[in-house]
């Protein structure tokens, strides 16, 4: 997020968090988010990755050898630089190459070890991924997944408004 940011969601809502309702729920799917993303730390660490290792090999394993680099870095939503030292490293550790593809992209492959690994540590995270959402079955999962985008794009919203809030304040300050 650009810089002023917070300070305008701040001077929009006048500092105020709601406590009612929303505030509570709010709160628990905070901590159920963060407890997601700290489950997922332990899976890499358990495999001897990073976080950025185990998602590149992720991602790779998901769409495929020959996948680009800005492929991983939208699908994982890490920058450029972070993915590009961590595939880097995964190239000088033998567990995959790179390609030159058109203009400037960037094939990335696995290498006989990269598939050893990918199908060791990767492949059964997915398949328990898969499992679970299986079970819980296919309306409910649709469900999932349409009320955390349509949470996304409430926030995106919500945030919008700040920024155009603090655009504003700021046009009457100067």
């Given at each position: 997020?650009?810089?002023?940011?917070?300070?305008?969601?701040?001077a929009w809502n006048g500092g105020n968090m709601e406590k009612g309702y929303a505030g509570k729920e709010l709160?628990?799917?905070?901590?159920?988010?963060?407890?997601?993303?700290?489950?997922?730390?332990?899976?890499?660490?358990?495999?001897?990755?990073?976080?950025?290792?185990?998602?590149?090999?992720?991602?790779?394993?998901?769409?495929?050898?020959?996948?680009?680099?800005?492929?991983?870095?939208?699908?994982?939503?890490?920058?450029?630089?972070t993915i590009h030292s961590a595939i880097r490293k995964l190239e000088d550790e033998g567990y995959l190459y790179?390609?030159?593809?058109?203009?400037?992209?960037?094939?990335?492959?696995?290498?006989?070890?990269?598939?050893?690994?990918?199908?060791?540590?990767i492949r059964p995270v997915m398949e328990m991924e898969n499992a679970a959402f299986d079970a819980l079955g296919?309306?409910?999962?649709?469900?999932?997944?349409?009320?955390?985008?349509?949470?996304?794009?409430?926030?995106?919203?919500?945030?919008?408004?700040?920024?155009?809030?603090?655009?504003?304040?700021?046009?009457?300050?100067?």
């Open positions: 997020m650009e810089k002023g940011i917070i300070e305008s969601i701040t709160q628990k799917y905070n901590r159920q988010y963060r407890e997601f993303d700290e489950f997922y730390h332990s899976l890499a660490a358990a495999s001897g990755l990073s976080e950025s290792a185990f998602w590149i090999l992720y991602v790779v394993c998901e769409q495929g050898e020959g996948c680009l680099q800005r492929d991983i870095c939208r699908a994982v939503c890490v920058s450029k630089q790179m390609k030159s593809g058109h203009g400037r992209d960037k094939h990335i492959f696995l290498t006989e070890r990269g598939s050893v690994l990918a199908e060791e540590k296919e309306t409910e999962s649709r469900r999932l997944l349409e009320l955390t985008e349509q949470y996304f794009q409430a926030l995106v919203k919500q945030t919008e408004k700040a920024r155009q809030y603090g655009r504003k304040e700021g046009k009457r300050s100067e």
